[in-house]
């Protein structure tokens, strides 16, 4: 790696070479009426067509955005026109996909040309044209080495691990420019692999040349990060899958994929980010490799369990091999690479508005927990049906350079088509049920006017039984049956309300334990709960436990968190906790985490992801900000530079429960 090239992207100096284009393609492509599809690719030729060739010195993966902003193909007035007419998710344009980037490397895009539509040759040509400009700026600058490497790529197939990787830093920089988003990079490893090990067994490359590589190879994703569109900066999806069994059962995991956890640990920066599929059998000395990154405080890698989500993928009807072959949408999502074309976060179920519905609604009415149970369980089912229900025709801008890269016509779906919905707030709807079910059916010492009272009342005339509730009653998180029983019902609950249910492409709802941003949002359209949270706090973010929740440690809060039966709720959606940094300063600290995240994965936790925090240097990034341009934190499924998100998602963070062993 070059030090000095990894300082200038940190520091942002590239941004220097950036402009923004003027052009006003949406009036323009309206005005001559054309069809979504021509605009699509007439839209990437002239944005690749205006693009600058930018080498900067010393980089070995080259290619780099020079427009900072893309205009976009319709016309706000069109737009509503559309949405008029059609379902539309998120921003309109394709995301959350992994393409078959190994294609295009093994086989060069002239050769994918023969096959593309008139639109996918026309992406493809634009796409050549400026990776000739690139290698004619290369020859100018006497950097004969880029332009050796690009006198192949993309345009031929790979032969080398350089060219590989070069040719995917292009795929890659094109899919983004035609406007997708949030476009995963995939089993990384286990694609990438062949390449390097022809390398290594050539003498072309050396373990430590290559390391360099790849180090280089990943400064290129954070380029053009911050013009990738998400909720909050860092937000943009380039997730990277390592390890993990194939069709055969076989473990992948390779020197590329320990090469490419030292690359992460060496350049601390937020991208890509890195996932990790293990199992049981994986060996403990992985685990502490990968805690590694979790020490250095990049927030990765995230877990994910092959022993639970290939057999629940299967049991969804997923083919077994594709099932084998899963890995990650943006944040943690499991999706199939090349043919999957699920909508993984298409909405977010809250358990704890459900709740508050049927706590106004049927409480009083109520004659025992069983009683009101039922009544949370139909909330909860009324709400998944109007969610289901009212996305009838979903509609997408097609990509006719996604198309040319994915195993399925896209235009149209995929082999796969199932929609994802988050499950909010577990922890404050189970604490909040475990209250009503002690104090107000069992002991019977709170009334339930008196209790519905003091919540709408935000508890400010009961403090004694605000105290009670908020810290003396069962929290998730203590592996106590009491309430880990709840939360697993909870979640039995929400994936019955899915079962045989069909989206408006032919596939299934996947019900998951994610959160997403819904952590703050669906938080604030309710007031206090049950269980002593008041109004305008947050949930946990994801499958986690209630951030004001007494909890015994991180011990106990696997144990209670891994008895759920994921099988039917396998969306994703990870348990995350957060350890003081301080943590790794003893010796064998690194062992001791590797050792309680192999013990959370052989107990059949589904996912996972570890933060390395310092609470005293996030109060410190607040006050002081440019001291801290740096700090990586774990925000849902991303990880982000700490002093570059809004205030409310720096306050979650800071307000989490923090962990020491």
């Known amino acids: 790696m070059s030090t000095p090239l990894l300082d200038y992207i940190a520091s942002g100096k590239h941004r220097a070479y950036r402009r ?6 949406a009036a323009e492509f309206a005005a001559l009426k054309l069809s979504p599809i021509e605009r699509m690719v007439r839209r990437l030729e002239r944005m690749l067509a205006a693009e600058m060739p930018v080498i900067l010195e010393d980089e070995q993966i080259c290619f780099m955005r020079t427009l900072k902003n893309l205009p976009d193909c319709f016309t706000e007035e069109e737009w509503k026109d559309i949405r008029a007419e059609y379902d539309i998710h998120e921003l309109g344009y394709l995301s959350n996909l992994s393409p078959n980037y190994s294609r295009g490397i093994s086989r060069g895009l002239l050769d994918l040309r023969n096959e593309a539509d008139e639109y996918g040759a026309r992406a493809i040509d634009a796409i050549l044209d400026l990776t000739d400009r690139y290698r004619e700026k290369a020859i100018e600058l006497g950097r004969t080495d880029i332009a050796e490497v690009l006198a192949r790529v993309p345009r031929y197939g790979a032969s080398t691990f350089r060219e590989a990787l070069q040719s995917f830093r292009i795929l890659h920089f094109a899919l983004w420019y035609e406007g997708n988003y949030h476009i995963t990079v995939g089993r990384f490893d286990r694609y990438m692999y062949p390449y390097l090990k022809a390398d290594l067994e050539a003498g072309i490359l050396t373990e430590e040349s290559a390391l360099a590589l790849i180090e280089d190879f990943f400064i290129s994703f954070n380029k053009d990060s911050d013009l990738y569109p998400g909720v909050q900066q860092g937000d943009n999806g380039q997730s990277m899958m390592l390890g993990g069994v194939d069709e055969n059962g076989c473990d992948c995991f390779n020197l590329l994929s320990s090469l490419c956890l030292k690359a992460s640990r060496n350049n601390m920066m937020i991208d890509p980010k ?44 997923y083919a077994p091999e594709d099932a084998a072959n899963y890995t990650v949408a943006a944040c943690w999502e499991f999706i199939i690479p090349h043919v999957g074309a699920d909508v993984a976060n298409i909405a977010a179920l809250s358990y704890p508005a459900a709740l508050d519905r049927a706590l106004h609604r049927d409480l009083a009415g109520c004659e025992s927990y069983e009683d009101f149970f039922a009544c949370v369980l139909r909330e909860i089912g009324a709400e998944a049906e109007r969610i289901c229900s009212r996305i009838k025709k979903l509609w997408f801008v097609p990509s006719p350079f996604m198309n040319v890269l994915m195993d399925c016509n ?4 995929g082999k796969y088509n199932n929609f994802g919905i988050h499950g909010t707030g577990i922890a404050t709807a189970a604490d909040s049920l475990a209250v009503i079910k002690r104090y107000v059916f069992e002991e019977r010492s709170i009334g339930k006017a008196e209790l519905l009272e003091a919540v709408d009342d935000n508890f400010e005339h009961a403090p004694e039984m605000l105290h009670k509730l908020r810290y003396e009653s069962p929290k998730l998180g203590n592996n106590d049956d009491y309430v880990d029983s709840i939360a697993a019902a909870l979640l039995e609950g929400f994936a019955d309300s899915l079962e045989g249910k069909r989206n408006c492409r032919g596939g299934i709802f996947r019900a998951g334990t994610g959160s997403a941003m819904y952590y703050l949002w669906h938080a604030n359209e309710i007031g206090a709960s049950p269980d002593g949270r008041r109004r305008g706090e947050p949930f946990g973010t994801n499958f986690s436990v209630s951030l004001f929740a007494k909890v015994k440690g991180p011990v106990s809060v696997i144990a209670s968190m891994t008895k759920p039966n994921f099988s039917r709720a396998i969306n994703g959606g990870p348990l995350t906790l957060e350890f003081h940094s301080s943590l790794f300063a003893d010796e064998g600290s690194t062992e001791k985490v590797g050792v309680l995240v192999k013990r959370f994965i052989e107990l059949g936790g589904h996912q996972l992801q570890l933060n390395a925090v310092s609470l005293d240097k996030l109060l410190d990034a607040q006050k002081h900000p440019e001291n801290y341009r740096q700090l990586v934190v774990r925000i849902w499924g991303w990880s982000a530079y700490f002093v570059e998100l809004d205030r409310e998602y720096q306050d979650h963070v800071i307000a989490r429960q923090v962990y020491s062993i």
């Open 410 to 413: 896209i235009y149209e779906g």
């Open 20 to 25: 923004v284009c003027s052009l006003d393609l």
């Open 274 to 317: 890195i996932n990790l599929r293990v199992s049981a059998s994986t060996p403990a000395e992985r685990f502490t490799e990968a805690t590694e990154l979790t020490k250095a405080g990049l927030g990765f890698p995230q877990y994910s369990n092959d022993d639970v989500v290939i057999p629940a993928l299967i049991s969804l009807g």
